[in-house]
């Protein structure tokens, strides 16, 4: 049998050094790719082995395939003309970070089995809270995703009102209602306004609710609810409110933009996600609370094997949500705000933002075409006059061209194209392209 670990799995300069290279060249080439794979279902699985190798193979051959196999299956995030939904944008120091997490392998089950990856993890959540204007002080960790984010949010809610009933808008992201449907509690849907924000004057009664579940932000039109109000009701009620900053809260970086988070330092919770446009690779969501003791008790189940002399003084964020095995992704988030910096968080969302403000300009100006929503942040809704078909032909044929992918929703009953900015490479000529693919093509539907 093959000895592992006097076998080198690879030579992991000289293969690392060949994967860095590749990773430098594939962000030097990406914009040259098509942005939206064009593959068919099942066509990359075809091409490779039904089994594992029986023998060790060359990292080589790994990074070959990864070339020749893979890559025309990848629809490249990291592309300049990546406008679909909110784009989730990487960043070179925390590509480089993510190796070196994978290197340390720290696993945060318990605050011993992990220290700095644990207490980095709450100091840059702090430094984020402190970015963004949240208040010093809330607890705050990481979690894979917003929909984890705000699951953990409303068991946290649940256990601190004993109720069960959930409340958002009929905009709010479906993370909610999956949340409610995996814990069996009810759910009721608030109407929005012609801005589509939650109508305060539809929440109704709220004494049997648990949480509401704000959004600034939403994933279709990022219409911004009305947090003050909705604090005083639920306080009134003795309702937890949470706030789904998932997309826009990194805007809060930006002092122009803190009229969108008024209010959200008296809610009980809050996500933000770092891996969306603060330029951290997937998986980064941060999610604070100024009631940790609420969370604890959700959360906390300690086995035997897993209690520690410690346990009195350490934190351990395990006890917050639902994972127990939990990876160091502070590193990556440490290592964007250092390298980064406030001022280079905030020239990456005013460039986005200003970039989406001239598409919107162009389409407001052009005959023919119509704006569908507010423009708050870096996305546009927009759709040909006319039918619904012929938007989503024209959806169709803008992504088949691989020069850019855009999305769609649907706002008041209508079929609406949507075109978010959020990558850091993202420059005027590309949104000046998306522009022309989209009116070249309108002339085909
Ligand atoms: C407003 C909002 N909340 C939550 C989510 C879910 O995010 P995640 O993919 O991190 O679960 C999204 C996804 O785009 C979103 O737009």
Not at 330 to 335: I, N, S, V
Not at 345 to 365: K, N, P, Y
Request: charged share 25%.
């Amino acid at each position: 049998m093959t000895d592992l670990r006097s076998d080198r799995l690879t030579d992991l300069r000289a293969d690392g050094a060949a994967a860095l290279e590749w990773a430098a060249g594939y962000l030097e080439r990406v914009a040259e790719l098509p942005v939206l794979a064009q593959v068919e279902p099942g066509e990359i699985r075809a091409r490779l082995p039904t089994s594992a190798p029986d023998d060790p193979e060359a990292f080589a051959d790994v990074l070959r395939d990864l070339d020749e196999i893979l890559l025309p299956g990848v629809t490249h995030w990291q592309h300049p003309r990546f406008f679909a939904y909110f784009a989730c944008t990487s960043s070179e120091p925390a590509i480089l970070a993510e190796l070196l997490a994978a290197t340390l392998n720290s696993v945060a089950i318990l605050w011993r089995t992990a220290p700095a990856a644990t207490e980095l993890e709450g100091v840059v959540l702090d430094w984020v809270a402190d970015l963004l204007g949240l208040p010093a002080g809330w607890h705050g960790h990481i979690e894979d995703s917003a929909s984890t984010s705000t699951f953990a949010a409303i068991v946290a809610a649940r256990e601190a009102t004993g109720r069960d009933l959930i409340m958002c808008s009929e905009q709010a992201h479906s993370s909610v209602d999956k949340a409610a449907r995996m814990l069996g509690m009810r759910l009721r849907k608030v109407p929005v306004d012609d801005e589509f924000r939650m109508r305060v004057d539809a929440v109704g009664d709220l004494s049997d609710a648990a949480v509401i579940v704000a959004t600034v932000g939403t994933t279709a039109a990022t219409a911004v609810d009305p947090v003050p109000p909705l604090v005083e009701a639920c306080a009134a009620s003795g309702t937890w409110l949470h706030v789904d900053g998932a997309y826009a809260g990194t805007a809060m970086v930006c002092p122009e933009f803190r009229w969108a988070f008024e209010g959200v330092d008296r809610a009980d919770s809050v996500v933000v996600n770092a891996h969306k446009w603060m330029l951290t690779p997937t998986d980064c969501s941060l999610i604070w609370t100024r009631r940790p003791d609420d969370f604890r008790r959700a959360f906390s189940l300690v086995p035997e094997y897993l209690r520690t002399p410690d346990a009195e003084d350490a934190l351990s964020l395990s006890e917050y949500g639902p994972a127990l095995g939990r990876r160091f992704r502070a590193l990556k988030l440490w290592a964007v705000l250092r390298c980064v910096g406030r001022s280079g968080l905030q020239r990456h969302i005013r460039s986005g933002v200003s970039l989406a403000e001239m598409f919107e300009r162009w389409v407001d100006e052009a005959d023919g075409w119509e704006l569908c929503a507010p423009r708050r942040f870096s996305v546009v809704c927009f759709r040909l006059e006319g039918e619904d078909e012929r938007n989503h032909a024209l959806l169709e044929r803008v992504n088949a061209s691989g020069e850019i992918f855009i999305s769609h929703c649907v706002l008041n009953g209508r079929y609406t194209l949507r075109l978010g900015v959020g990558q850091i490479s993202t420059t005027e000529d590309d949104v000046r392209r998306a522009w022309e693919v989209l009116v070249r093509e309108a002339t085909r539907v």
